[in-house]
């Protein structure tokens, strides 16, 4: 089965080919980091707009990287949500539209679904049950995976994400955006314990985060001075490790929870050198298996999309009840990861 994905709910367009017997065929992604950047932050309309421009030189640029034309395919996945709402509908009217054109089966998938499976495209993918840490720009969640939809929630953020807290931090500290690489980069010539930030909710018994105090406590520390450019990069390793040391702590409760062995993390923050540094230590020490996406699939992309939506179009075969071709669709700008069946 080789199913196109369409990715475009926020600012990545992300067209890729995924076969369910040989891997990932070919993929295409445009970024709008750079459209966005001087505004500090996703500016939807813009956002909208681009993905009308790009989606459909995009799916033509994967699938000439598949080797395929579009007649090959056998279906069509897009992110349905969450996301924004305009944005959203770009890839949802386009993939749809293709289904429809071809006659094929097409399909609507969870972003988030596609994050949580994206560490399964690596070349030594973790059996399931997984626990899994979902860290991205708009969401922190602890989950049990006991099978495909089977997703139980065992912990959330009360308020930022982690992404977000990387996000408005690096902003304080006057970098660019999307924050998290670039705070990151300086944080590599920053010396340890330089600044000491709070570790929001570490000592709660629970699972939940809270990374809003953070972003308050860079506030305070740059308004009384940071000094110079060398302190300014131990602020950034601050910031990193007060993240870091929080979300490795809570996966790592997490999994004593669950009873589960193995420990999947994806999102954009799954990137994040320190935080894969941590947990592999955490692997070693605790006796437990760590699986990261393969770094070009951690931030958002059309891959995780197709190969998504190829299971779940597999799962739905097996069961008699492959979609119809669609003559509609919809779009869920929210969407709990948790409400998937
Ligand atoms: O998953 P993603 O591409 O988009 C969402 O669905 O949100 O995640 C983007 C987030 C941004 O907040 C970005 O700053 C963060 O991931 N990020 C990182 C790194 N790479 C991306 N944060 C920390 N360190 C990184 N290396
Ligand atoms: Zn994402």
Redesign the pocket.
Known sequence: MRILGIESS?DETGLAVYCTERGLLGQALHSQVDMHERYGGVVPELASRDHVRRVVPLARQALADSGLTIADLDGIAWTEGPGLAGALLVGAAVGASLAWALGRPGIGVH?LEG?LLSPLLADDPPPMPFTALLV???HTQLLAVEGLGRYRLLGDTLDDAA??A??KSAKLLGLGY????A??RLAAQGTPARFRLPRPMLNDPGLDFSFSGLKTAVRTQVARGIGSESDRASLALEVESAITEVLAVKAVRALHDSGHRRLVVA???S???QLRERLGQAAQREGFGVWFPPPAL???NGAMIAFAGALRLQALARLGQLPAVPCGFTVKPRWPLHELE
Do not use: I, K, Q, Y
């Open positions: 926020c972003h994050h991205s720009g708009g992404g977000e990387f996000d999307p924050g998290g690489p705070l990151s999102g954009g923050v990137a994040n050198r951690c931030t958002d």
